[in-house]
C-alpha cells in the first residue's frame, strides 16, 4: 500500500542551526503523487507548509525546502537557520488528486533551544 | 484561507459512553474528513464526506459513525465510547474534486476512562 516514513522525533537542535528531517514514500497505487509538509504548532491544527505536485521540483516557504525526487523517493525537509519559533510537529505526506486522500507520516517532533 | 472549527477542544467520558465530535467549514469546501492522531501512527482517516448527505468509509472506521447534515458540518458520533478510542481528532477539509491540499481545524482531544 501507499506509505510515508519521516524521521522519529523528536528532533532537537539549537536556534542557528540547520536542520532535516527525512521523509520516504512508497505510492504504489497513486501513480502521481503530490507530496506535502504540513506543519502543527502547539495547540493548533496542521497547516500546509509546502506542496509539490512535480517530481524534480523544489517548494519552499518560511524557509524551508523540500525536493521531490522521484528516483530516491524521497522528499526531505531542510531548513538552514532554525528558530525557536519553528518548534512544532511537521508531518510528511502524499497525495492522490484523483480520490482526494492523503497518506500521513507519523510526524516528527522538534524542539528548537533558544 | 479556509476556516475549519471543532467543538468540544476536549472532552472526558466513560466507557459505553456517546460522544459527539463537532466540526464546522465556512469556507463551502465539499470534501470533509475525520481523522484520529494516535502516538506512532500518522493521522489514519475514519470517515470523509463529498457533500451534504454523503458519507465514505475510511481506514479506520470501526466503532464510529459520522453524518455530514449540511455543506458546513460533519459530526462524528462515538455511540459505545472505548478506551482504544482514546486519541486526539482533526476535522479537515478541501475543495472541489481533485484538491488534495486540506484545511484543519485546530482538533479535539478524547479521553475515553
Known amino acids: 500500500g501507499d506509505s510515508v516514513t519521516q524521521t522519529e522525533g523528536p528532533v532537537t537542535v539549537s536556534e542557528s542551526e540547520s536542520l532535516i528531517i527525512n521523509c520516504t514514500y512508497s505510492a504504489t497505487s497513486i501513480a502521481y503523487p503530490n507530496l506535502f509538509w504540513y506543519v502543527r504548532y502547539p495547540g493548533e491544527g496542521l497547516q500546509l507548509l509546502l506542496k509539490?505536485?512535480?517530481?524534480?521540483q523544489k517548494g519552499s516557504s518560511r524557509g524551508f525546502e523540500a525536493t521531490y525526487n522521484k528516483e530516491t523517493t524521497s522528499f526531505h525537509l531542510q531548513k538552514a537557520s532554525v528558530q525557536e519559533s519553528d518548534s512544532a510537529v511537521y508531518y510528511c505526506a502524499l497525495g492522490d488528486h484523483n480520490t482526494n486522500k492523503v497518506v500521513f507520516g507519523t510526524g516528527t517532533r522538534l524542539q528548537v533551544l533558544p | 484561507e479556509a476556516a475549519v472549527t471543532q467543538s468540544p477542544r476536549n472532552k472526558v467520558t466513560v466507557t459505553g459512553g456517546n460522544v459527539t465530535l463537532s466540526c464546522r467549514q465556512t469556507n463551502s469546501h465539499n470534501y470533509m474528513y475525520w481523522y484520529r492522531q494516535d502516538t506512532g501512527h500518522g493521522l489514519r482517516l475514519i470517515h470523509y464526506?463529498?457533500?451534504?448527505?454523503?458519507?465514505q468509509i475510511g481506514d479506520v472506521p470501526d466503532g464510529y459513525k459520522a453524518t455530514r447534515t449540511t455543506q458546513e458540518d460533519f459530526f462524528l458520533l462515538l455511540e459505545l465510547a472505548s478506551p482504544s478510542q482514546t486519541s486526539l481528532y482533526f476535522c479537515a477539509s478541501s475543495d472541489q474534486d481533485r484538491e488534495d491540499t486540506q484545511y484543519f481545524g485546530p482538533g479535539t482531544r478524547l479521553l475515553v476512562l
Open positions: 509539490v505536485i512535480t517530481a524534480g
Open positions: 464526506s463529498y457533500g451534504a448527505g454523503n458519507l
